[in-house]
């Protein structure tokens, strides 16, 4: 994998949920029955969730009028008393209280691929239900956690080398992206800085362009990966939209095969939005990428402030 940037990752795109029922240690013991045999664990490697229940015809029309839906049912003429039974497995949830039941839906002869299928969560409302949630992911769990008032829901998608999560959070009335998260499948957080070599961390100060900060970096960063010397730095920036980015450079031989790496720890604080004319919102991102070739291209004379040298 090459080694783009010292710190110019724009933004990653991950996917992948999970959930997990909240329930009240002052709820009757009938009710914490109930919420035991509730299933919060979803996964796109089940034909059939575990308390699978038929859709209704409320819960048929909520998820014909999600696009992708509305578009096959189109082409095969087909109405939503007509909707075929199999395209979805289903299961009744709680997201906020034993009394309101709610639903979480996966694609199963519809919308789904090799290791991903669609995921919706329907709310239940006065005319029937309303879709608060829809994403492609390889499972969705339910979380303990809750943000005004609903279950916070976490996605993971799994890839041959890499695995993200996404959280999402309530915002009143849907979800909403909160964290990211993306790492190298078993991947074993061991990196201690104070067992490397470090030098004084790079910080953009107040008024400065980040640029000179990277130029400076990445000189430095250059330098120790050339001499094969086992360094630690960290490269912290901003912009005036209030994005941050905190990297930390680990550069070793602890590779499988002995050979020099860099593993870069990556915490963003970014502004994401679902449609060019939606509200934007802030999401944490934190990435964890290893590099076994890091190349140097338009490289500078004298590495100087504002140099346009980046790692690449």
């Excluded at 087909?78 to 039974?85: D, Q, R």
């Excluded at 839906?105 to 006065?126: C, D, E, P, Q």
């Amino acid at each position: 994998m090459k080694f783009i940037c010292v710190l110019r990752p724009k933004s990653f795109v991950l996917t992948l949920l999970l959930v997990s029922l909240c329930s009240s240690p002052s709820l009757p013991q009938k009710t914490k029955k109930i919420e035991s045999r509730e299933q919060t664990v979803f996964s796109a490697e089940q034909e059939k969730f575990e308390h699978a229940m038929p859709l209704n015809k409320a819960a048929k029309r909520a998820l014909a009028s999600e696009q992708s839906i509305a578009d096959v049912m189109k082409d095969e003429k087909l109405s939503v008393e007509a909707m075929p039974e199999d395209w979805f497995t289903a299961s009744e949830v709680h997201l906020s209280s034993p009394a309101e039941a709610d639903l979480v839906v996966m694609g199963n002869h519809i919308a789904r691929g090799a290791y991903t299928s669609a995921f919706w969560v329907l709310r239940k409302s006065l005319g029937g239900y309303r879709v608060v949630f829809r994403n492609d992911a390889h499972s969705l769990q339910l979380q303990k956690t809750k943000t005004n008032g609903l279950c916070n829901i976490l996605t993971a998608v799994v890839t041959l080398r890499y695995n993200s999560t996404a959280e999402y959070e309530f915002d009143g009335k849907t979800y909403n992206i909160a964290k990211r998260t993306l790492q190298p499948n078993g991947y074993v957080a061991h990196l201690d800085a104070a067992k490397y070599e470090a030098r004084k961390s790079f910080i953009q100060s107040s008024g400065q362009d980040s640029e000179d900060v990277l130029a400076e970096a990445r000189a430095w960063i250059w330098q120790r990966w050339q001499t094969h010397q086992s360094s630690y730095v960290r490269v912290s920036t901003h912009d005036d939209d209030g994005e941050e980015q905190d990297c930390g450079y680990f550069i070793d031989n602890h590779s499988e095969d002995g050979e020099m790496q860099v593993t870069l720890k990556i915490h963003r604080i970014v502004w994401d939005q679902d449609s060019p004319s939606g509200p934007r919102y802030k999401v944490v991102e934190d990435q964890i990428v290893i590099a076994n070739q890091v190349q140097r291209t338009e490289p500078s004379v004298d590495d100087s402030p504002g140099s346009k040298t980046f790692l690449g």
